[in-house]
């Protein structure tokens, strides 16, 4: 018996010729003549890169201020578009004398709704040519036309592919995004990235003009990684900068009780997201104590009560401290909370490659929602043992650092490559000579940073994790190298910086196909971790 056969790309062919030659329209789409978004003349008056300033230049002058209609078909567009199907309906719609409807649409520019109309009728989009403006412009247009699947795709392409671009824009796209709650994974990610490198925000006189409840969403993570008072800190100048002709915050001992009332108005949604009990008391009498006059009387009195007696009771609500980093250079909280999963064994084999389509040019019901969300509160200590650059890249530099340490973690930097691999060994390092040590519960992994990622982003199709096949030499101990699982699987030469003799082949006593080995290679850095609880 047959089986069913899907032949979308002859039927998307043939519906692009039904929009490109307006046959049998019945509709009339007046798209463009003002801004498409107030957000929009704001988001991209920085001119960062040539870039963006093409882009900046090419929406301002041309393309969103003039109008052009486009002929389209009701029957497909209420068929796609829950705003189109209402739109289009006899209650709502508005025919001319001809008996056809008439929609105007002047906050989306024409060249967006091209996009947009090519999604519709055929279900391909095509970023290729698109710059990152026009796809903001076309998460902002796929929201008020109610196109969830687009929303989707949208976000994922640019987590995927521009997120470098994302970083270096990060408060104009915060400013976009956060008025659409369907920018919800988007949003996370910017928040993601902001929280485990909070400078490269806070460092920039932009972050002065975010929107209180963006700020808010960032005060409010645990995940934060910064110190509390930095954070204070930097949301006091962000008080001062959007509260209007407040001079500067180096002047509070000469300022009127208005002015703190000013303040106060301002940071008020703030101030109880602020960790005030795990600032250090020298901080607080330098940094808070001389804005004491915002802070609600019944947090002053636990403030003081906390730092003054061991046995004061605070009534005001105690948050939790703000996630420590791990020390490292070479991963993060979230890869080492990824790496205690495959450990305790609760995260195993989903990690292989699925066919995602990586072209710009792509069907949109071929997309893979591949990021994959750890938290970053680790159960088990991480203890830095090894860091090579810091400690020598000898193989006895190694050893006499991590021998007879416990389970440990491997994390290895490939020069020349956007890729980390490592490994664990529930076992730990000996001096033995040439001896391979027995366990089941060992395991190496790859991942790998390709498509302009941010380190941080996870992303399913990049992660490889390989357990033993042959226990019996998961590890093999060898006092003239660094680190080595079942060798040659994973092998750290010595020297490992100058020669290329380290190898990563898991084929021998750790298996799986579907890793591209890399027989010789330089190490940049790599990194021990003992690991308990």
């Known amino acids: 018996m047959m089986s069913s056969t899907k032949l979308f790309d002859r039927l998307s062919m043939d519906l692009l010729k039904i929009l490109e030659d307006s046959q049998k329209y019945d509709v009339i789409i007046k798209i463009g003549g003002e801004y498409p978004d107030s957000t929009s003349s704001y988001m991209f008056s920085k001119k960062k890169n040539k870039d963006e300033e093409i882009s900046y230049n ?47 649409k002047p906050n989306i520019s024409p060249k967006v709704f091209k996009v947009i109309l090519k999604y519709i009728y055929t279900g391909v ?61 988007l949003q996370d ?93 020298d901080d607080y009498y330098k940094k808070v ?15 003081y009560g906390y730092f003054l007696s061991q046995g004061y009771n605070p009534k005001s609500v105690i948050l939790p401290p703000r996630i420590s980093p791990i020390d490292s250079i070479i991963i993060t909280n979230k890869h ?58 000898s193989s006895s530099d190694f050893h006499l650092k991590c021998d007879n340490r416990g389970a440990c973690v491997v994390v290895i930097k490939i020069r020349g490559h956007d890729q980390i691999i490592g490994g664990f060994n529930p076992i730990g390092w000996y001096t033995s000579r040439y001896e391979y040590y027995s366990t089941s519960d060992s395991f190496i992994f790859s991942i790998n ?11 399913q199709e990049n992660i490889k994790l390989c ?11 060898d006092p003239t190298r660094g680190p080595t699982f079942g060798y040659p699987d994973l092998s750290i030469s010595d020297n490992c910086n100058e020669n290329s003799r380290s190898n990563f082949e898991p084929k021998f006593h750790y298996l799986r196909n579907d890793i591209n080995p890399i027989p010789g290679f330089y190490v940049d850095d790599y990194e021990i971790f003992q690991v308990f609880k």
Not at 59 to 84: I, T
Not at 450 to 458: M, V, Y
Request: glycine share 2%.
């Open 58 to 104: 090419c929406f301002h002058e041309n393309d969103c201020c003039k109008m052009e209609e486009f002929y389209v078909h009701s029957l497909l567009l209420s068929a796609r578009s829950p705003y189109f199907r209402a739109a289009l309906s006899n209650e709502w719609a508005k025919k001319d004398e001809k008996g056809i409807i008439v929609l105007k």
């Open 125 to 185: 989009i095509d970023f290729k040519n698109q710059g990152m403006t026009d796809i903001l412009e076309l998460l902002v247009a796929s929201d008020e036309l109610i196109l969830d699947e687009l929303i989707e795709y949208a976000q994922e392409y640019m987590i995927q592919n521009r997120s470098t671009w994302l970083q270096q824009n990060i408060v104009q796209v915060l400013h976009t995004i956060f008025r659409h709650e369907t920018c919800s994974k």
């Open 189 to 281: 990610y910017c928040m993601e990235i902001i929280s485990n490198d909070p400078k490269f925000l806070f460092e920039s006189e932009d972050y002065l003009s975010l929107d209180t409840h963006v700020l808010v969403s960032l005060l409010e993570r645990d995940d934060l990684e910064m110190d509390e008072i930095a954070v204070w800190d930097h949301l006091l100048r962000w008080g001062i900068a959007k509260t209007p002709s407040l001079p500067s915050y180096h002047e509070v001992e000469n300022w009127p009780k208005e002015h703190f009332k000013r303040l106060e108005e301002t940071l008020n949604p703030c101030i109880p997201l602020i960790r005030f009990f795990h600032i250090s008391s």
């Open 289 to 303: 104590y001389p804005f004491k006059k915002i802070l609600p009387k019944s947090l002053k009195k636990d403030i």
């Open 336 to 393: 080492a909370s990824l790496i205690e999963c495959w450990i305790k064994k609760k995260s195993d084999d989903n990690f292989g490659n699925n066919g995602n389509n990586n072209s710009t040019n792509a069907n949109i019901n071929n997309r893979n929602n591949s990021l994959i969300n750890y938290t970053k509160r680790l159960e088990f200590n991480w203890s830095l043992l090894y860091r090579a650059s810091r400690d020598g890249y």
């Open 449 to 459: 940073f390709n498509n302009s990622h941010h380190q941080n982003a996870l992303n």
């Open 467 to 477: 357990r033993v096949k042959d226990a019996s030499r998961a590890i093999y101990q």
